[in-house]
């Protein structure tokens, strides 16, 4: 009994930090739900209104993740930077549509305003293995009007010594008529967006065609990863993606963006009953690309 008392203790002592299991921890004042393994911070969905004190009310958002926090609880994305106020943590806008016939977009505030805004929970989940959200969101047209539903389902994997899997799901369906989306001019920007902290300016972007030497625009890669000062993220693209391998928009100049910038500079259109799926996966990891071991994690991705 006491060998097994002394293993009992070794194993506790040896196991990382992590090992209590996932909680998800909501807090309806701010509109946010914090996911935590353990004590330690995973992210936050923020599905109320978000808007920085002295920020101009027209940047007000909800429906995305800040923070996203490294395996040590530090921040690792940026929200209402002040060079780019309408960049939000991770993302998913598109900066031209059309709706109704009228030239809109989610990227930027625009007039007449397309928010998303949170419909109700499907699923809320938190164990050992694994921890699971997954809301439906509108996007309304003023007011009122109704043009689209989207599906986000996160799904975090506990945390290794090395980093952690966050698998991002996100189904969309116009309501009432299509609705186009479409990249930035000759940039393609738009679609799944991460926006990172200021400490990350100046981190070393690797791609899977190896490392890059400066900022990228609309080039296809399968992964792409922003690592700096011991820590890094990456997101990674599975081989049923449209268009794949995607291009993308990967900056390090300033904070740091991963963008895979779909559909880029062709027009993709959304029909009603026709919902389309994007999924990718957000790998969190300690060092850079090489002691993070990103390219062995990209390729042992059974999803």
Not at 20 to 41: Q, R, V
């Amino acid at each position: 009994m006491k060998g097994m008392m002394v293993f009992a203790l070794l194993f506790c002592l040896a196991s990382p930090a992590h090992a209590a299991g996932f909680e998800w921890i909501d807090d309806a004042g701010l509109g946010t739900l914090t996911l935590e393994e353990g004590s330690t911070p995973v992210l936050t969905y923020c599905y109320g209104d978000q808007l920085k004190e002295g920020v101009d009310a027209k940047y007000t958002r909800s429906c995305y993740i800040h923070p996203l926090y490294d395996l040590d609880g530090k921040p690792l994305t940026d929200d209402f930077p002040g060079d780019h106020k309408h960049h939000r943590g991770v993302f998913w806008t598109w900066p031209r549509m059309t709706v109704r016939g009228k030239k809109v977009q989610t990227w930027h505030p625009c007039n007449p305003p397309l928010r998303q805004f949170l419909v109700k929970w499907l699923k809320k989940e938190a164990g050992d293995k694994a921890a699971t959200l997954s809301v439906q969101n509108e996007t309304k047209l003023g007011a009122d009007e109704r043009v689209g539903l989207q599906t986000v389902t996160l799904v975090a994997h506990p945390a290794s010594e090395q980093g952690r899997a966050i698998d991002v799901t996100l189904t969309f369906e116009a309501i009432g008529g299509p609705m186009e989306l479409l990249g930035a001019k000759k940039k393609g920007y738009g679609g799944l967006c991460i926006r990172g902290a200021p400490d990350l300016k100046g981190g070393t972007l690797t791609t899977d065609a190896g490392p890059l030497q400066k900022d990228s625009v609309n080039k296809p890669f399968q992964w792409a990863d922003l690592s700096k000062d011991g820590r890094g993220m990456a997101v990674f693209v599975p081989s049923d993606h449209p268009d794949f391998p995607p291009t993308w928009l990967l900056r390090s100049s300033y904070g740091g963006i991963l963008n895979v910038s779909w559909p880029g500079v062709k027009p993709y259109t959304l029909e009603p009953g026709k919902p389309l799926t994007l999924r990718y996966r957000i790998y969190v990891h300690r060092g850079d690309v090489e002691t993070g071991r990103v390219r062995e994690a990209f390729e042992n991705d059974s999803r």
